[in-house]
């Protein structure tokens, strides 16, 4: 397995590849990851798995300081997983005109992608600018590594919905393609913002995919009465402690708001344990 930083550096090595798989990641790897490599390997003959902390998908109060960084153990993880190539950039190499004072980051002379307008409802409506940050930077990424596949988790499934909307848009000749939620045996989805909580905490954080999984129940037997759905859960997650952000039913295929006839749904929720926000989502077609 190679470990490379320069993006130069990475061409040449890709060079000669023609089926690459990509697994774009923030380090601090677990299961979910894992997952991914496992899943590209499937389809690709090259799998390429890139860490870097994306400092322009973090807000102002958010915790880009202190997101957990374990670059070591991360690569004995995916060299352990049969992963190709570990492409570790810095800052300095993603963004050219990036610099960092204790003024904060400026980033004036770099080009943003601006996503569909889905990137300001749900996740984008509490963390303004996010999805601009994680759009510009896996379109640098897609085309430093030039793959014919990326793999995405379905945890995130807004983040999913809009890379493969920018896909679309950029014209990438790259299939996007999505790995299933990986969770711990009480349901709770794996993250690496898992490790901010308490073992109390974690074994509580439980309760809103079992929110989601009773608003599920419920439109399995026919109840469509979405927003009284959504704001019994919203209730009963404040209730016990969390501080919701949202809790939502969607169209799977648009991302707007659930009607009556729509058959591919999403449940997503986001809510605060302690500082620590936490998101999960479960798919249903009726």
């Known amino acids: 397995m190679q470990i490379i930083s320069l993006s130069n550096a990475l061409c040449a090595a890709l060079k000669k590849q023609t089926n690459i798989g990509f697994v774009p990641t923030m380090g601090n790897l ?19 798995v890139s860490i870097f902390v994306n400092p322009l998908q973090f807000g102002a109060n958010e915790d880009l300081t202190n997101y957990p960084r ?4 991360d690569c004995e993880k995916l060299k352990a997983a049969g992963c190709d190539i570990v492409f570790t950039p810095a800052v300095a190499e993603i963004y050219p005109q990036f610099t960092q004072n204790n003024a904060g980051m ?42 014919k596949s990326a793999f995405f988790g379905k945890k995130d499934f807004q983040q999913l919905f809009i890379i493969r ?92 708001p659930a009607s009556q006839a729509d058959k591919h749904l999403v449940i997503l929720a986001a809510a605060k344990m302690g500082n620590t926000r936490l998101i999960d989502n479960i798919e249903l077609s009726r």
């Open 30 to 48: 677990h299961a979910g990851h894992i997952h991914l490599v496992n899943l590209a390997k499937q389809h690709s003959d090259c799998v390429v």
């Open 106 to 147: 400026s980033l004036n002379q770099t080009i943003l992608i601006q996503p569909s307008a889905i990137a300001n409802d749900l996740c984008g409506a509490s963390r303004p600018g996010h999805f601009a940050g994680v759009a510009t930077v896996v379109a640098k990424l897609f085309n430093m590594v030039q793959p």
């Open 70 to 73: 374990s670059l070591e153990a």
């Open 165 to 256: 909307e920018l896909v679309k848009q950029l014209n990438y000749r790259i299939q996007i393609m999505a790995g299933e939620t990986v969770r711990e045996a009480s349901g709770l989805a794996l993250s690496s913002r898992n490790d901010y909580l308490s073992v109390a905490q974690k074994q509580q954080a439980a309760e809103l995919n079992q929110a989601l999984q009773t608003i599920a129940a419920e439109i399995k037997v026919q109840n469509t009465e979405f927003i009284m759905l959504e704001n019994s859960a919203k209730a009963q997650l404040n209730a016990t402690g969390w501080q919701v952000d949202y809790v939502t039913v969607r169209s799977a295929l648009s991302l707007l």
